[in-house]
Structure formats: C-alpha cells, structure tokens
C-alpha cells in the first residue's frame, strides 16, 4: 500500500487504515533512534550568531559542553590522572556531564577533533559512562585491594586505536573517522593508559581512608585532613594519660572565649553510684 498523499476520510478501510498508522508510528519510532555520526571541532564558533539550523545549533551546543568538560578533567597528565580517579568515586557529577567529560578524556588534550554520535530527533549523547565507569572502578579497586590484602594483581588494558593524521589549517592534525565511533570505549582506555604511565609513579594509597589520590615528592595522605587524623590517632595511642587533662584545657578555653577570661570553670567530679560500696 503506498499512498502519494495523506489519505483523506473514506479512501481506506479499517484494515488498511491500521496498516497506515502502523507504519507512521514505526517510521518515527526509526528517526528516534537514528544516529547521526560527526565530528565536533574544537576550534570552531561556540555562539549563537545568525540564522542557523537546528542541527547547527546542536553543534555549536556540543562544541561548547566538551570545551567545559575540557577544563574540568584538565589537560596537565597530572589533572587528567586526578580526574581519573574522581571519576571512579560515586556519585561524582550528573550523567550527561559525565558523558561529555569521557568524549573530552577519550582524546589527548591538544586534539582538535572530538568524534561522537547523537540521535537524531533528541540531540542526545547515544553512549552511557556506566560501563566504563565500572571498568574504572573494578580495576583501581584490584589494585587497592591487592595493596591492603597483599596479593597479587594486574589490570590488563586492551585498547585498538588508529590514527588518521591529515595537514588542515596550516597544521598537522589526527583527524578520527566518523565510522569509528563505536571505538569510544578504545579510545577512552588508550587514555588512561597513557596517564597511568605517565603519572603512575605519583598514584598513592591514602594511609588513613585507603583512597587513591596524585601526591607530590613524599605525600602520605591525601588532604591535611586525614594527615592531622593519622597523627593524633597515633598521639592518643602513644599518651593515653595526657588525653583527659588536654580535653578540659580545651573545654576551658572554650568557656573563657564564651564568657570571658575571668569565668570560674568546674572540674568535673565522678560521683559514685548511690549504694556502691566505696
């Protein structure tokens, strides 16, 4: 059945009528889940000038997230390390931030060209970090494991990428092909290759909340936080007798910054309970 126009009232009967709107909510159903393949210059126009298409907008729209993302996961080897590591603690950003902060991890930081694929009908990124998320996190969690339990244990990493460099602007450039797209994952994986070896020497074991973090020269501890917990861990430790006599010097300080240096503060006496035998 094939109609040149849209059919008008009476021309089909109920079985072709069916047949008719089977076919529109299945061809519609084909333009959500299209995928458009493209690549996104970085060096290109980020505003909205002019009178531009939808897909135009969509792009110039794209272009300006992954620039954002490109300053949030860094372009230092030790920035993106950092953010390797943020990446695989939960609840770290939303997913459609966390989507362009792959896309812009997944290539070096002076590529020019970032690869992707959108639907066509909502714009929408087609890929979910959830796997690589996943990946990320098994692997450091072996590592860190195998620091703390003492075992033996490799993350081995398999990531095929090609490169297709080409003279554009007056510049070499490796320009990726748009029918490489499902090699999103490769390419994400080649990178943290990459910044595992050439920070990995920097990558420590945080000695008091067991996470990884980049030190610099003879860090121990990740934040001074955990640094000043450690050490006063150890302190209590080592002079359980001197803890009562420095709580109330700073309960007396305290009191003396409320009420002034001439309050009178009470030593606390331990009652026994009554009818205990002395």
Known sequence: MIFDKWPGPGEMSPGEEWEYAHNIERDARRDDERVVKCLIDLDGPTGQEGELSTFDQRGRELRRMLREAQERVGKSDADRMRW???????????????????LAFAVPPTARFVPCGVYWTTGELVFFPIELYAWVRSGLHGLKDSIVEGRPFEWSVNAHRSHHFTWLDGRLVD????????????RFKAQVCSVLISQGHRVRLCQNCDRFFVGHKRQTYCTAKCSNIKRTKRYRERHPERIPEQRRKAHVRKQ???????VNVRKNVRRRPRGAKP
Request: no cysteine; aromatic share 6%; proline share 5%.
């Open 175 to 186: 320009r990726p092909s748009v029918d490489e797209l499902d090699l999103t994952e490769d």
């Open 256 to 262: 003396q910054r409320l009420h002034g240096d001439r």
């Open 84 to 102: 390797l590591l943020r990446f695989a603690s939960p609840g770290e950003g939303t997913v459609e931030d966390l989507q362009y902060e792959i």
